[in-house]
């Protein structure tokens, strides 16, 4: 899976003028939870944008004081008037303690109700799970070929081993429905039959 490694520094300080002094430095302040211990520290901004700014699933290296912290993202808190980073979480994967995650998916094939005609609408674009940290990977595909036209696929309808999946089962993840122009053509069909049908003879005068 796809790692990205950060180079932070300890936060020793706390509070609003510490935090306010880092920011002015081009530093963001974070904490990691969940390991041992808590541990707050700093990284240039420009290191994160990485794994803030995408869909992607990452786990994040964080280098601390010569300690190397395995991580995912948890949280992140952005300025509401300049819309810059402002505080980042991380929680550290232990390797025995299941964790919640949200994995992105994958769409896979081609849905039979595409081919028929008809237009695929995603609904949800990821998934929240429960696992330990060696069973996390980049998503989780969802296989589209038996889709077929006016189908859906549940959350329900995804297997997959080792995860246990916190959202509601009955939400539509993606389905497939019917286009304006095969609408018109099916509306159009029986008119078309009916025209072609033959006009029945008059019956033989006795």
Do not use: C, W
Request: net charge positive; no cysteine.
């Amino acid at each position: 899976m796809k790692a990205i490694t950060i180079e932070g520094q300890l936060r020793t300080e706390t509070g609003k003028k510490a935090t306010r002094q880092l920011r002015s430095q081009g530093l963001v302040p974070g904490v990691i939870y969940g390991g041992a211990s808590e541990v707050s520290f700093a990284a240039p901004v420009l290191a994160f944008k990485p794994l803030v700014y995408t869909p992607e699933f990452q786990v994040a290296e964080i280098k601390v004081e010569g300690k190397t912290y395995r991580t995912i993202l948890k949280d992140i808190q952005f300025d509401k008037v300049t819309d810059h980073l402002n505080h980042i979480d991380f929680l550290e994967l232990v390797e025995d303690k299941a964790i919640v995650a949200t994995l992105p998916l994958k769409f896979t094939g081609a849905s039979v109700g595409v081919k028929a005609g008809g237009k695929l609408i995603t609904k949800i674009k990821s998934l929240k799970i429960k696992t330990l940290p060696k069973y996390l990977k980049e998503n989780i595909e969802v296989d589209l070929t038996n889709l077929e036209l006016n189908g859906n696929i549940r959350v329900e309808d995804v297997k997959v081993d080792n995860y246990e999946i916190l959202n509601s089962p009955r939400i539509p993840i993606a389905s497939v429905v019917m286009t304006r122009q095969l609408k018109q053509e099916e509306a159009a069909a029986p008119a078309k039959g009916a025209a072609a049908k033959p006009a029945a003879k008059p019956a033989a005068k006795k």
